[in-house]
Nanobody, 123 residues
Framework: QVQLVESGGGLVQPGGSLRLSCAASGSISSIYAMGWYRQRPGEQRDMVAHVGSDGIPGYGDFVKGRFTISRDNAKNMVYLQMNSLKPEDTAVYYC?????????????????WGQGTRVTVSP
């Protein structure tokens, strides 16, 4: 299993920046992708950014160049640098890892989630 622990959330003013961090532990070798999702009050969980084993990042449409995801495989960390934050970015941000497993010729995939870190953007 993979355990994920986020940090870096908090209160920030509109236009400000935050950097979220996620530390992975456990079955690190099973991870093929890592990323960030967020869940705003009363809404579904949306993908914010992800990066696969190829290192190519992908972003949700609402990011629009404001956020940058980075991954440090040596430290088993993934980061989300968030700039130009808006009130609508207020949400709980979750770290995600996609993991791949195989046994006796059978392959399957699982998701791992962190506990979430709250980001509040308000004057």
């Amino acid at each position: 299993q993979v355990q994920l622990v986020e940090s870096g959330g908090g209160l920030v003013q509109p236009g400000g920046s935050l950097r979220l961090s996620c530390a992975a532990s456990g079955s690190i070798s099973s991870i093929y992708a890592m990323g960030w999702y967020r869940q705003r009050p009363g809404e579904q969980r949306d993908m914010v950014a992800h990066v696969g084993s190829d290192g190519i990042p992908g972003y949700g449409d609402f990011v629009k160049g404001r956020f940058t995801i980075s991954r440090d495989n040596a430290k088993n960390m993934v980061y989300l640098q968030m700039n130009s934050l808006k009130p609508e970015d207020t949400a709980v941000y979750y770290c995600h890892a996609g993991t791949a497993h195989s046994s006796d010729g059978t392959k399957w995939y699982e998701d791992a989630w962190g506990q979430g870190t709250r980001v509040t953007v308000s004057p």
